[in-house]
Nanobody
Framework: EVQLVESGGGSVESGGSLRLSCATSGYWKHIGFSQYAVGWFRQAPGKEREGIALINKDGVTKYAESAKGRFTISRDNAKMSLYLQMDSLKPDDTAMYHC?????????????????????WGQGIQVTVSV
């Protein structure tokens, strides 16, 4: 079973930076982490889940408008990990942040973001940005 675990969240003042990490495991022998798109998402209280950024197996990145110019997604296939560098943080960035991975299981739940379907999710980590 694919598992994802986030780390690196916390509290920071407006304008500050945080770097989130996501360690993954449990992929299949015939096709592993490096073959899937992975991404970062967030959900603030009372709001819907929002896609932030994704990176595909070739290292091509895509961002939501809210993240462009401030956030950078990256991956390390050897470590089966992905990262999100967040700079110039604003109070509106306060949310629970989740990492996620393709694929999704037939009949299972998934979240579609920029044309990719993410079926495996981490538990999330809180990011709080104060004024």
């Amino acid at each position: 079973e694919v598992q994802l675990v986030e780390s690196g969240g916390g509290s920071v003042e407006s304008g500050g930076s945080l770097r989130l990490s996501c360690a993954t495991s449990g992929y299949w022998k015939h096709i592993g982490f490096s073959q899937y798109a992975v991404g970062w998402f967030r959900q603030a209280p009372g709001k819907e889940r929002e896609g932030i950024a994704l990176i595909n197996k070739d290292g091509v990145t895509k961002y939501a408008e809210s993240a462009k110019g401030r956030f950078t997604i990256s991956r390390d296939n050897a470590k089966m990990s992905l990262y999100l560098q967040m700079d110039s943080l604003k109070p509106d960035d306060t949310a629970m942040y989740h990492c996620a991975s393709e694929p999704y299981t037939s009949g299972g739940d998934y979240y579609e973001f920029l044309g990719r379907r993410f079926g495996y999710w981490g538990q999330g980590i809180q990011v709080t940005v104060s004024v």
